[in-house]
């Protein structure tokens, strides 16, 4: 038996045909036309996947979700609804529903939704990525912000909805663009990467639409653009929030029409290739700044998909750190292992460089560490380094405020110093990764490192020493 799947229909043709496919499939269907008897049988039964109309004899099955969530907070649901308006479609996404199919639907495609969404809440955690999205896929994480992305990410794949990206730098949008990309219809098209911001001003025009021969001193040939070459697939406008204003005003044309034109040619081209666009800005004040379109922002969110970064969700980091070594070995660097601790201390650091960050880091530290299990210990002195270029300006004072207590809170529960030593073991714990990092910032020397923090140079020597902490192993290693 596969699972079980509450049907909520009152359209006894429309049930019975998806009671029908899914039987033939090996599931058990149980079947309703009422919210009433819904929340009854939920109250009894434990089911895999909701199916639920929207409009249902003795309400909204939208509305009372809530209730279904209270009731079943594991089950996933699928919303199937003949009111294919994008209120409809906007609320059923907001309601965290798996998926949401307008009527009439394609049943291969329900029924291969209905697989991945018990596959996605079969696996004892509801956190656990549905399977369909990363088969191959480097995107690693399951923490429930990505889960979130991935969800989102499904909603795009049999459509050819724009999609924005957002996320700070290093966040792996990119990587998701790609993912839509190769898990979407158009996965046999070409996918064009574009970066807005790498273009001179200029040229955007022409390198996105094309030109004909003679268009501009020095348009010697024709030239098809990257919408032309991503016909049939994927364009990545990438870095959009850099564009020239100029250049917005073309995109959104083009984006509005649905044709282009090459610079200085007649000819009206049909675009046929998804948008997928990201940035790294907030797009909000330039938007009221008036250097990024309004209406342009609109056209390309039409799904927008936030990447959280990386401090946000820590619970990847492990996962991350893991597979970054295991690729790092996998391209002719040392093969490492990363104990628990080891990995505790990565997950408890701010990573404000995201996932981009953590991948450098965790190959430099598969070139550099000097034992094959990597510790708390060797990745200390990489931290630190790390740390130096980064000076404590006011703004990341306050940042760190809340980082600390939250470092404090997880070490706590780690550390467990005996009743009486509490406060030296804090303040040991404290001080290693603030000499590392004075030490760091000024290459080793003890007098000036003192200088810095406001101590005396002979009690720094004694608590290094203490410490165990060697100053020239703390110094950076530049030439
Ligand atoms: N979830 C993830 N799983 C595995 N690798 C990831 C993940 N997210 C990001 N990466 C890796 O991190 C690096 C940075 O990702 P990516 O280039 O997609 O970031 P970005 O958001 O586009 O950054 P930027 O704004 O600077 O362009 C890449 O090497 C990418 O493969
Ligand atoms: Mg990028």
Not at 215 to 223: K, L, Q, S
Not at 325 to 331: D, I, K, P, Q, T
């Amino acid at each position: 038996m596969k699972g079980r799947v509450l049907l909520v229909e009152d359209d006894d043709s429309i049930a019975l045909v998806i009671t029908a496919a899914l039987e033939a499939e090996g599931y058990t269907v149980a079947r309703c036309p009422s919210i009433a008897e819904r929340d009854r049988l939920l109250a009894e039964n434990t089911f895999g996947l909701m199916l639920t109309d929207v409009v249902l004899t003795d309400g909204d099955g939208m509305e009372t979700l809530d209730r279904v969530r209270a009731a079943a907070p594991h089950m996933q649901v699928i919303i199937l609804s003949a009111q294919n308006t994008l209120d409809t479609a906007v609320r059923a996404s907001d309601t965290g529903a798996f998926e949401y199919f307008p009527k009439p639907f394609d049943l291969d495609e329900l029924i291969r939704t209905v697989h991945q969404a018990i596959g996605a809440s079969g696996q004892a955690e509801a956190s656990d990525i549905p399977e369909d999205v990363a088969p191959g896929l480097p995107l690693v994480g399951r923490s429930p912000a990505m889960q979130t992305v991935y969800r989102m990410i499904t909603r795009v794949l049999r459509n050819d909805l724009t999609v924005l990206i957002l996320g700070e730098s290093g966040t792996g949008k990119e990587l998701v663009a790609e993912a839509i990309h190769q898990l979407g219809n158009r996965s046999t098209g070409p996918f064009i990467a574009v970066n807005t911001a790498a273009i001179p001003a200029d040229l955007i025009e022409s390198e996105l639409f094309g030109h004909e021969k003679g268009a501009f001193t020095g348009a010697i040939a024709r030239r098809v653009g990257k919408f032309e070459q991503a016909r049939g697939g994927t364009l990545f406008l990438d870095e959009i929030g850099d564009m020239p204003l100029e250049a917005q005003t073309r995109l959104l044309r083009a984006l509005q029409s649905g044709r282009i034109r090459r610079v200085g040619g007649t000819d009206e081209i049909t675009l046929d290739c998804r948008i997928v666009a990201a940035t790294n800005r907030d797009l909000m004040p330039m938007i009221a700044a008036g250097t990024f379109r309004e209406d342009l922002y609109y056209r390309l969110a039409v799904v927008p998909i936030a990447l959280p970064p990386l401090r946000e969700r820590a619970d990847d980091i492990e996962a991350l750190a893991r597979h970054f070594l295991g690729r790092a070995a996998s391209e002719g660097l040392p093969r490492r292992q990363l104990t628990a601790a080891g990995a505790a201390l990565l997950a408890r650091q701010p990573w404000r460089g995201n996932v981009r960050e953590l991948r450098n880091f965790v190959y430099r530290l598969a070139l550099l560490a000097r034992d094959e299990v990597i510790d708390a210990a060797s990745i200390e002195p990489l931290l630190a380094l790390d740390s130096a270029p980064q000076p404590l300006s006011g703004e990341l004072h306050h940042a760190h405020a809340a980082d600390f207590a939250s470092a404090l809170t997880s070490w706590l529960t780690e550390a467990e110093p005996p009743p009486g030593e509490l406060y030296s073991a804090a303040l040991a714990a404290f001080e290693r990764p603030l000499f590392l990092h004075a030490l760091s910032v000024t290459g080793g020397n003890q007098l000036r490192a003192a200088r810095l923090l406001g101590i005396n140079r002979n009690t720094l020597r004694k608590r290094l020493s203490e410490l165990a902490i060697d100053p020239d192993e703390a110094a950076p290693a530049r030439s």
